[in-house]
């Protein structure tokens, strides 16, 4: 277990390795930060409802010596979990001022080098494998994702859209979701971005999906997700950042692999279509030309 990792990291990567009980626990570490590092150990079990031996093995599931050290840890997630926008903002520019511009570079580097890391040692391969080929074999994908998410959507879809005519983006206003969403039968596939504070359009969009028989494709930020119980396949990212916004950096380097996924297995047909597109592209002078 890396020593960097944060209470959230370690409870991502063994989340799915964990107990009955210990999953409740997990959950309730994530989702009460605030309880558990102010309150002590027997407190937190009387109000949970889980025994303390169950927190104190979870603990040290999670590489902790004990529960203590588990509690001081998840100080620091008391502060991102609960600190709005605005005073993540302020820390950052104090952090600047007593640190210098300088060390934002590399502390925001360092992040998001640590949150590639854990997707490399988290991602279950043959469960992507399986989410690709569903993409693959789709006959509509329905792109989803609201607030600081629709952006980074919009990537997505556009570079898969070079080689698949079949993908829409559609989670940017409920006039354009909500007639695409009522219309989706089995053989489709709703591909879903979700990060905190989690969109409710986003989630209501995947349960319609899934109602529909659709299959549904998920990442977000948290095992905790709301997003995580529509979904048939579901991914969890690392966006810790010393920034006052989530880092999507580890986001994208998922997405980009599995446009890549994509494209080595359609095949010449695939080049073909990205030729095609690069020769209209040049014949309307979209280009800058020196």
């Not at 390795?17 to 210990?22: E, K, T």
């Not at 396949?233 to 010393?242: H, K, L």
């Amino acid at each position: 277990m890396n020593q960097a990792d944060t209470i959230q990291d370690r409870i991502n990567g063994a989340f799915a390795g964990l107990s009955g009980q210990q999953q409740v626990a997990a959950k309730y570490v994530v989702e009460n930060p605030l309880e558990v590092a102010t309150r002590s150990l027997r407190s937190v079990a009387s109000i949970s409802g889980v025994s303390p031996a169950t927190f104190s093995r979870l603990a040290r599931t999670l590489g902790y010596d004990d529960y203590e050290q588990l509690r001081e840890d998840g100080r620091e997630l008391v502060e991102r979990k609960i600190s709005p926008f605005s005073e993540r903002a302020h820390a950052l520019r104090v952090a600047a001022s007593d640190q210098g511009l300088a060390a934002i570079l590399q502390h925001q580097a360092a992040a998001c080098v640590s949150n590639i890391e854990d997707l490399q040692r988290s991602i279950d391969v043959s469960r992507l494998d399986a989410a690709v080929q569903c993409l693959h074999d789709a006959r509509t994908v329905l792109l989803v994702g609201a607030m600081g998410s629709a952006g980074v959507m919009d990537y997505f879809g556009y570079m898969a859209h070079w080689f698949k005519a079949n993908w829409k983006v559609v989670g940017r206003n409920g006039t354009e979701l909500s007639p695409s969403i009522s219309r989706l039968v089995p053989g489709e596939v709703v591909f879903a971005l979700s990060k905190a504070p989690y969109a409710r359009r986003t989630i209501a969009a995947l349960q319609v999906a899934k109602e529909a028989g659709a299959t549904t494709i998920v990442i977000t930020d948290s095992p905790m997700s709301p997003a995580l119980q529509f979904a048939d396949y579901g991914f969890v990212t690392a966006t810790d950042s010393p920034q006052f916004f989530s880092s999507y950096v580890a986001t994208m380097v998922l997405m980009e692999a599995i446009v890549s996924m994509l494209l080595a297995r359609a095949g010449p047909e695939a080049e073909e279509m990205i030729r095609a597109a690069e020769i209209q592209i040049d014949r309307l002078g979209e280009n800058w030309a020196s």
